[in-house]
């Protein structure tokens, strides 16, 4: 099982893109999908996480407002449009599934019924990623 990342490029400062994930080898639908980006010269990190149904989605402070995730189970695709977007967004942009059993499968709520950030750590099924570069 893994993932095909598309749509990445080139873009200048306040542009968008849309990248897509396809599932290959395994059903979107059994797993919340997550969005990752790694810098140049960082280590990847969880950006972007949306549940199995499309209900809850989850969002890293530095895109909430620009990034948009959705999905569509049918197709086995899943989406992150990417408004406004600033050099810092440049990097590789991989997407993966939760792995985790479905009991302690995102999205997870506190015991104050707060929704907790996903673990990123749980994710798997890893593509080749796409590659963003936003110029100044």
């Known amino acids: 099982a893994h993932v095909v990342e598309s749509g990445g490029g080139v873009v200048q400062t306040g542009g968008s893109l849309r990248l897509s994930c396809t599932a290959s080898?395994?059903?979107?639908?059994?797993?919340?999908m997550g969005w990752f980006r790694q810098a140049p010269g960082r280590e990847r990190e969880g950006i972007a996480c949306i549940a199995w149904n499309g209900r809850n989605t989850y969002y890293r402070d530095d895109v909430k407002g620009r990034f948009n995730v959705s999905r569509d189970n049918a197709n086995n695709i899943m989406y992150l449009q990417m408004d406004s977007l600033k050099p810092e967004d440049t990097g590789v942009y991989y997407c993966a599934a939760d792995l985790s059993v479905e009991k302690i499968r995102w999205p997870i709520y506190s015991r104050d019924g707060v929704l907790e950030p996903p673990r990123w750590d749980r994710f798997g099924y890893w593509g080749e990623g796409t590659q963003v570069t936003v110029s100044s």
């Open positions: 080898g395994f059903a979107l639908d059994e797993h919340a």
